[in-house]
């Protein structure tokens, strides 16, 4: 079975038994446990530095940061966490040295808010449409075209699944900082897609929608003037 | 209760989805979804976004990237150094 269709905790178990034999000593079990994450490191460090050549860099430079450091490694924590922002840190340390080689800098959050365009219903079921390869183009597309800041915090928390909190810290940014820049990406990615997912226009849909809108914008105007 | 207009709900989006902020600021974002059919829709598929996103797997690395990682593991692993 691969790693990505194990259940979290028993991917979890096996990842701690890994751990657990590099450790006393059989270093070698450090191999199953990197052919087990390293889809998904690539992944973070490609969506933190943006092409494919730091990325690579940033990922072997990860994999031999938390060998030498396994011994650091608290069970509290899951592995995937604690290898992830070894990740996101080498990423970040290059991002930081690259952008100081050319001072670059996209790092500066937008003020104005993000404001949607699109307004239809997505299919059900779009992967019977597109199929789950086609899907997988749509959604890599979608997150590699959002500047950087927000991929990177979309890719933390919404792909990777860490929490506000730990997506926050392994970035260096405030909770706060975080919480507004993924909403931001998720408005980008949501309406990248949706350019591929809504429901096909039909007139009497486009007829139902108008006057659904129409209605409730005849619904706020007499709240406002009750005065609610 | 306040009535809350699209750009305040659009930007207070997180609180419907994640479930942060006050109970009142979440009662405010549902009624207003209630009766607005795009901001319902922006959640919708914002959720739907999400959903689609955990179940998408990523992509293999590229086979020549992976082949120099674990020639450069290979390396690392047979060195003499402890694990600190």
Redesign the interface.
Known sequence: MEPHKLNQASAGDEDFALVERVLAGERRAFEPLVRRHERRIFRVVLAVLGNAEDAEEAMQDAFVQAFRHLNQFRREAKFTTWLTRIAVNEALQKRRARREAVSLDDTRDVEEPFVPQRHQNWQANPEKIYGKQEMRRLIESAIEGLPEIYREAFVLRDVEEMSAEEAAQAIGISVPALKSRLLRARLMVREQLAAWLEEPSTLRRRIANAAADIGNAVAVRVMRAAGR | ?K?MKC?EV??N??CH??G?GSGEMRRAIEQHMA????CR??S???R???D???E???????LA??A???T??EK???ED?P??
């Open positions: 209760m009535t750009n659009i930007s989006l997180s989805i994640d942060d009766r607005c059919r795009k829709v922006v919708d598929t914002i739907q976004t999400l689609i996103v955990a998408t797997e990523p992509f293999e690395v590229p990237v992976s120099r990682l674990y450069r593991l690392v692993l047979s150094l694990i600190q």
